[in-house]
């Protein structure tokens, strides 16, 4: 379970959607920018998911590791074409080499044998490359004597070394596989996946400042602001909990509900109360609710009583019983608002229903 408390982002990190720092800017930037421990060698032992959504179209890469910045070297990914993990002795050059020739044509397996080939350091790379038609190749050199390995499965590849196990990355697969087809976003996905690997201890070394990024690229029009079509960067340079972290901010920029303790507020997440209280029919019962408008995120008073009422169905407290206050939303109501669904057999069309109508652009 992800931990819902807020915590200060060290000032070393770098955090965003849009404002994440990537390697591919000018060298007196980037060195201006490497975290000291890099110092001389750029080095990632870690474990790592690529990804693509066939549904959607989204290419997107998570990792975490036991060193600052990890999403300044290892993720890389393309819109239209596909994505790519460099980690162990990071090469980053691999990540535009191979996502330049897969956008040529070529197949990730041939583009992957021959860049190795021509690089007299491939033992020590651990490198993935999957296309946007779901192909894809991995490599793992012989590397630091610690468990390092590799597997690929339905749209997905994942990689890890200098992990507690092999553990680490079937957890990553069974996770992303779980959760196929499934109403979530690629990130969110991604997210979760790097999670099951995580608790699993994922990296062996302790005692070191970690870090974990998730980047996704969308080739929809108007899913993304940017011209690369990203719709999500974020990049935890150090935390003391990255994955939690990494889960913390994505859940907050995309209005989650459940990210905060609702009251009386305005925002995306009041739309996604509004459509499962609409759906268990304790607000506007028979209409349908707008995504858009000047009341579609606004908590209104109906909204507020249309709470309490579920609350009292649920035998919760409420400003009569109890004394909570008026449309309280915690934790416990959204979980409770997610079972009532589930109990009637609505929660995968209510899934759909906000996936639709929730854009996630920053």
Sequence with gaps: MYSRARRMLSTAASVGFSFAVTLATTPRTAQAQEPYAWRDSLVFHTFSIAAIDPRTGEVGVAVTTRVPCVGNGVPWVRKGVGAVATQASTRTEYGVEL??????????????????????????????????????AQHTGTGPNAWAGHRAGKNYVTQGNILVGPEVIDAVARSFEASEGTPYHLADRLI????????????????????????????????????????????????????????????????????????????????????????????????????????????????????DAFRTSEKMSTPTVGGSPAGLVDDETVARLWAALERVGKATTVRQQLLDNTLIRR
């Design 192 to 307: 979760t996946a790097l999670n099951a690997g995580f608790v699993l201890g994922g990296d062996k070394r302790h005692g070191l400042r970690t870090s974990a990024a998730v980047i996704v690229a969308d080739s929809r029009a108007g899913m993304s602001r940017r011209s690369d079509g990203q719709t999500a960067n974020i990049n935890v340079c150090e935390n003391a909990d990255p994955v939690g972290e990494l889960r913390r901010i994505y859940d907050a920029v995309s209005q989650t509900l459940g990210y905060r303790t609702l009251e009386q507020f305005s925002g995306g997440d009041v739309y996604q109360l509004k459509v499962m209280l609409n759906a268990l029919g304790f607000y506007k019962r028979g209409e349908t609710v707008a995504a858009r408008g000047p009341e579609a995120t606004l908590f209104t008073t109906e909204t507020v009583a249309a709470v």
């Design 99 to 136: 996502l330049d020739a897969l956008a040529s044509g070529e197949a990730p397996d041939a583009a992957l044998k021959r860049a190795l080939a021509a690089d007299s350091g491939f033992q020590s790379r651990q490198v993935a490359v999957i296309s946007i038609d779901g192909r894809s």
